[in-house]
């Protein structure tokens, strides 16, 4: 039985991408097709398509005569990142305030903060994390906009280290759960204005930990 070109790319795409989030493949490493042939028992095609694919997404980057490598992104790049992010999850958030559905909306967004609730109890970093990516999602889903959603997409590929950095922050997991909860009852209040404010803070202060934790100057809040 032949199995579809498309399924052996997304089974590909899916593999390395997942091991770029969860840190199996580390900032600076080398990723190679034919090694992945060997550990996935793919051909080399759908393993080339999948890391150009991943190289257009910011997930990898094409070094010439060299291949493709897992990015090391500076302290001051994760810093700007939570600046562009502030800016797209603040524009998702007031649309989905604004969205006719935005009370179905944040009752999605309740379930999920009753998740995050019980990783942060089991000190699960690991799972806090992929529900507090599913969280952000689903207000981006929420805003209506085609095109925001790649380009949040596409930041958060880059900024995950600094998430996973950042949430362990003596102290953060607690305050970033109430930030969550401002977050959807604004929405669930049908308040854009309050959605947009409540969710750049969140962010923002997100990249503050991120500060804090790496010890960097200039980690004084902001008001």
């Given at each position: ?87 797209v999850d603040g524009i998702a958030a007031r649309r ?128």
């Amino acid at each position: 039985m032949t199995v579809p070109r498309h399924t052996l790319l997304n089974a590909a795409y899916d593999h390395l991408r997942a091991a770029i989030l969860d840190g199996s493949l580390t900032p600076g490493s080398r990723v190679t097709v034919r090694p992945l042939t060997e550990q996935l028992g793919l051909s080399p095609t759908p393993i080339k398509t999948a890391l150009a694919a991943l190289e257009r997404e910011g997930f990898l980057i094409a070094v010439p005569h060299r291949g493709y490598f897992v990015p090391e992104g500076s302290t001051d790049d994760l810093l700007e990142l939570y600046e562009l992010r502030e800016a797209v999850d603040g524009i998702a958030a007031r649309r989905a305030a604004g969205a006719p559905d935005h009370d179905q909306i944040a009752t999605q967004l309740r379930r999920l903060l009753a998740e995050q609730r019980r990783a942060v109890e089991a000190n699960n970093l690991h799972d806090y994390g992929e529900l507090d990516l599913a969280f952000h999602r689903l207000i981006w889903e929420g805003s209506g906009s085609r095109r925001l959603i790649p380009v949040a997409e596409n930041l958060v590929a880059q900024v995950r280290l600094g998430n996973r950095l950042s949430a362990q922050a003596p102290g953060r997991l607690p305050v970033a759960l109430d930030e969550h909860q401002a977050i959807l009852e604004a929405i669930r209040e049908g308040d854009p204005r309050a959605a947009e404010q409540h969710i750049r803070r969140h962010v923002r202060e997100a990249g503050q930990a991120l500060r804090r934790y790496l010890g960097v100057e200039g980690a004084a809040e902001q008001p």
